[in-house]
């Protein structure tokens, strides 16, 4: 059933024409950069856009010039470890293409994160996600209390997600004509 929900929400994804996808990313970028929570959090966790994704690269700039510390993930033996991002010189491609840090520092510690940007495929009216399949951003999660954000175009919002015990719900999806907030009991959350 998810695998269903992923092709088609990647095919929609995939539709959205170049003039139009750049004003989107532009409209959700701002969304973030104005959320209260955003505002607040000096630790906050990107996670690197392909191309069919809301692009986070100029988000990732801003967010270094606003004096934030920024940190992007690896997958390092099938988990996401966390480290400083420095500059987009220090990324290369790593799983499925996307860039990560090439750094050999000693990763953070997920607790140490006060916000996450986090990516998907697709997201429901209930704040659950649909990333690529492998758990990576679900196993992280678990691990924070971080104020979790989900970055979405409108043409990835569905009303419901099949979900499972190990999926773990974003607390805000901003969508560019959208702030979805959404109440979840997290016991990590201080």
């Known amino acids: 059933m998810k ?43 990107f996670y690197v856009s392909t191309p069919e994704e809301v692009d986070t690269h100029e988000m990732i700039k801003a967010a270094v010039e606003s004096g934030k510390k920024v940190y992007l993930p690896k997958t390092v033996n099938d988990e996401l470890l966390i480290y400083p991002f420095n500059n ?37 009216h209930r704040g659950h996600r649909l990333g690529r399949g492998e758990g990576h951003y679900d196993r992280l999660l678990k691990k924070t209390g971080a104020y979790k954000v989900g970055l979405a175009f409108e043409e990835q919002l569905v009303p419901e997600l099949p979900i ?15 702030l979805l907030y959404f109440k979840h009991t997290n016991p990590l959350a201080s």
């Not at 790593?94 to 916000?115: F, N, R």
């Not at 999926?167 to 560019?176: C, F, I």
């Open 88 to 124: 987009f010189e220090e990324l290369e491609s790593g799983a499925h293409g996307i860039l990560e840090p090439t750094t050999c520092t000693e990763s953070v510690d997920p607790t140490k994160m006060d916000l996450i940007v986090v990516p998907g495929v697709g997201f429901d």
């Open 3 to 45: 695998h269903t929900f992923r092709e088609q929400l990647k095919e929609k994804r995939r539709g959205i024409a170049a003039g139009l996808y750049a004003e989107k990313c532009k409209k959700i970028g701002q969304l973030l950069l104005h959320l209260a929570e955003y505002l607040k959090a000096e630790h906050v966790l």
């Open 164 to 178: 499972e015990d190990h999926d773990v719900p974003v607390d805000v999806l901003l969508t560019g004509r959208n």
